[in-house]
T-cell receptor
Framework: EAGVAQSPRYKIIEKRQSVAFWCNPI?????LYWYQQILGQGPKLLIQ????????DSQLPKDRFSAERLKGVDSTLKIQPAKLEDSAVYLC?????????????FGPGTRLTVL | SQQGEEDPQALSIQEGENATMNCSYK?????LQWYRQNSGRGLVHLIL?????REKHSGRLRVTLDTSKKSSSLLITASRAADTASYFC????????????FGEGTQLTVNP
């Protein structure tokens, strides 16, 4: 079974530039998550989708971050404009369902460095 | 604020020894999950324990859950160098479905 795919793996940009990350979840997984993981910390949920609808975006800095999952499969996360504090690993995860105990499967992440 | 907090922050042991990591959380939960993260394989789910379970085993892993103390522990027996990684506990609060809140993690180093 193919895992969660993410691209790019690494990205270096200057502050105030824009950047986009792409995620392809495990086939058939309805729920997709984007996490931000700052060095030395645990992952923090940014946004959660159920199919193509947003379930939880309470921790997404909406003035600069946006995400979409138009067809309920792939998803993109965008930062515009980037700040120095956005340097982190951005993890995408998927799970089979919304309710109940569900294992989340994580992609390899995109390491973003903002200079 | 973090829902889960792991203790210790860092742990260094010799191969063959056991490693114990603890996690405390704040709100009621349906289940608690442990994940491992290393540079080679990213973040990987290890084990899930439900709120009505007290102990669960998976291979060399043993997880306990004490809901009265809002705490959990992860024991890795007969550790190997390949167990070197960061270990996180994660909880979905009872009211928020599948959303996970991760702790800061315990960095485990197993020396050959």
């Amino acid at each position: 079974e193919a895992g969660v795919a993410q691209s790019p793996r690494y990205k270096i940009i200057e502050k105030r530039q824009s950047v986009a990350f792409w995620c392809n979840p495990i086939s058939g997984h309805a729920t997709l998550y984007w996490y931000q993981q700052i060095l030395g910390q645990g992952p923090k949920l940014l946004i959660q989708f159920q199919n193509n609808g947003v379930v939880d975006d309470s921790q997404l800095p909406k003035d600069r971050f946006s995400a979409e999952r138009l067809k309920g499969v792939d998803s993109t996360l965008k930062i515009q404009p980037a700040k120095l504090e956005d340097s982190a690993v951005y993890l995408c995860a998927s799970s089979a369902g919304l309710a109940g105990p569900n294992e989340q499967f994580f992609g390899p992440g995109t390491r973003l460095t903002v200079l | 604020s973090q829902q889960g907090e792991e203790d210790p922050q860092a742990l260094s042991i010799q191969e063959g020894e056991n490693a114990t990591m603890n996690c405390s959380y704040k709100t009621s939960i349906n289940n608690l999950q442990w994940y491992r993260q290393n540079s080679g394989r990213g973040l990987v789910h290890l084990i899930l324990i439900r709120s009505n379970e007290r102990e669960k085993h998976s291979g060399r892993l043993r997880v306990t859950l004490d809901t009265s103390k809002k705490s959990s522990s992860l024991l890795i027996t007969a550790s190997r160098a390949a167990d070197t990684a960061s270990y996180f506990c994660a909880t979905p609060p009872r009211t928020s479905g599948s959303r996970l809140t991760f702790g800061e993690g315990t960095q485990l180093t197993v020396n050959p």
